[in-house]
């Protein structure tokens, strides 16, 4: 059984999260973000809040700078 804590989702909210992350979109636009939170039942401010610490963390395993808003940067 899992339930929402004030740490952040529930399990099965992360799996949802997790599945658009690696096979949707590591940057998701306003509409696929509002598509996501309402398929988690999350907040679109928790979701965004979400996506961005996990891009980061993500950067950091790919042994990327953890802010980079471009190739160019």
């Given at each position: 059984?899992?339930?929402?804590?004030?740490?952040?989702?529930?399990?099965?909210?992360?799996?949802?999260?997790?599945y658009?992350?690696n096979?949707?979109?590591?940057?998701?636009?306003?509409?696929?973000?509002?598509?996501?939170?309402?398929?988690?039942?999350?907040?679109?401010?928790?979701?965004?809040?979400?996506?961005?610490?996990?891009?980061?963390?993500?950067?950091?395993?790919?042994?990327?700078?953890?802010?980079?808003?471009?190739?160019?940067?």
């Amino acid at each position: 059984m899992s339930t929402q804590t004030a740490s952040g989702p529930t399990e099965d909210q992360v799996e949802i999260l997790e599945y658009n992350f690696n096979k949707v979109n590591k940057h998701p636009d306003p509409t696929t973000l509002c598509l996501i939170a309402a398929e988690a039942g999350l907040s679109e401010e928790e979701t965004q809040k979400w996506f961005k610490q996990r891009l980061a963390q993500w950067r950091r395993s790919e042994g990327l700078p953890s802010e980079c808003r471009s190739v160019t940067d």
